[in-house]
């Protein structure tokens, strides 16, 4: 075999094969951590295999949720503090599809960089499998793209892709009525929603990211970092228990978009806003930019990262279950007739 005059190799063009044999060894025991009943492979296969059989479905419905992270990423990026976001890849997509009454069964990953560092790299990884082990899924594969001009020096990008699953017929939501209760979830924060307008508010204020919070100890670049919230063992808990109708997810949108996605034609929702307190960093975001209420319930979760619709005579007990399984619960309102959310009471 003859090679060309120069000799060039892929390494020399900026991608690093060994590199990325590297990291898959340094990822093996995170992603082991998260095996669960189905998971028929490990990772270096070309495609991975899960037994819906094995894992306890009779007669399965598939439910499949993709995201990302957003711009989070460049906080992350900017202070080197890449710890969180894997766990923040999967809560988007599993708080999804636990909306839909699926469990997750098994996640796989997207993490494209100019050059690999495989340290950082690795770090994000074993994010992304505590949220796979924190809400009971596996993570059996994944892609780590190398592309050289693509990428600025340290930035990557993230994606993830989860899949579910449920026995037929019990998909939600289901037999939302009229006079239903809203159990609201608390949220971590920002969750991975409205970065872009986060960022923008930063520096409107004058701060960087490793200046002191205004609103609670440590860096302010920590605190926005603080990982999404996941719902998933407490939200599936709930509905095995009976009584839920329906569940949304508060991301992009806020409540006041993402609540009407599970109400059927012609009911609405009514929501005090004083049944819970607006987190600290919200009222700082809302100060900094002179936000007006339309638009924080429109743009960020403002507290409420999960909200339970319920049938009126399980409230109560749901409420007990969820606040018994660690989660910040609000009495929010009613399902009632029309269209879209309204509100009483004053957010700010």
């Known amino acids: ?81 890449v710890d969180g976001v894997g766990i923040d890849l999967v809560a988007m997509c599993v708080n999804d599809l636990v909306c839909q009454g699926a469990e997750p069964l098994f996640f796989l990953d997207y993490f494209a960089t100019g050059k690999l560092e495989t340290e950082s790299a690795a770090r994000i990884v074993e994010g992304i499998a505590e949220g796979c082990v924190q809400s009971g899924c596996a993570l059996i594969g994944g892609e780590t793209a190398e592309m050289p001009g693509m990428y600025p020096a340290g930035d ?90 329906g569940l949304a997810h508060i991301t992009g949108g806020g409540l006041t978009e993402n609540l009407p996605r599970v109400l059927p034609e012609g009911l609405g929702a009514a929501i005090d806003l004083g049944a819970w307190d607006l987190p600290p960093v919200f009222r700082w975001l809302a100060e900094t930019g002179g936000m007006a209420e339309a638009e924080m319930l429109k743009t960020f979760n403002c507290g409420l990262g999960m909200i339970v619709v319920c049938a009126a005579d399980r409230a109560e007990a749901l409420a007990e279950l969820l606040t018994q399984a660690g989660e910040g619960v609000s009495r929010l309102g009613t399902v009632t007739a029309g269209q879209g959310v309204s509100y009483s009471g004053a957010l700010l």
Request: aromatic share 6%.
């Open 1 to 81: 075999m003859t090679t060309g005059k120069n000799g060039i190799t892929y390494a020399e063009a900026g991608v690093d094969i060994d590199a990325g044999n590297a990291l898959v060894d340094r990822i093996k025991p995170a992603a082991k951590r998260t095996d669960r009943p189905g998971v028929m492979s490990g990772l270096g296969g070309f495609g991975a295999l899960f037994d819906l059989k094995a894992a306890g479905y009779t007669d399965p419905v598939l439910v499949a949720a993709t995201d990302g992270v957003g711009t989070k990423l460049r906080i992350a990026i900017d202070t080197g503090n």
């Open 156 to 245: 990557f990008d993230l994606a993830g892709f989860a899949v579910g699953a449920m026995e037929r017929g019990t998909a939600l939501p289901e037999g939302v009525a009229e006079g239903d209760v809203l159990l609201g979830l608390a949220s971590n924060g920002v969750h991975s929603n409205g970065y872009s307008l986060v960022r923008k508010l930063v520096e409107i204020s004058g701060l960087g990211w490793d200046d002191a919070c205004p609103w609670a100890e440590g860096s302010l670049g920590a605190a926005l970092l603080t990982p999404t919230r996941l719902y998933v063992t407490q939200a599936l808990a709930a509905v095995r228990a009976g009584g839920v109708h």
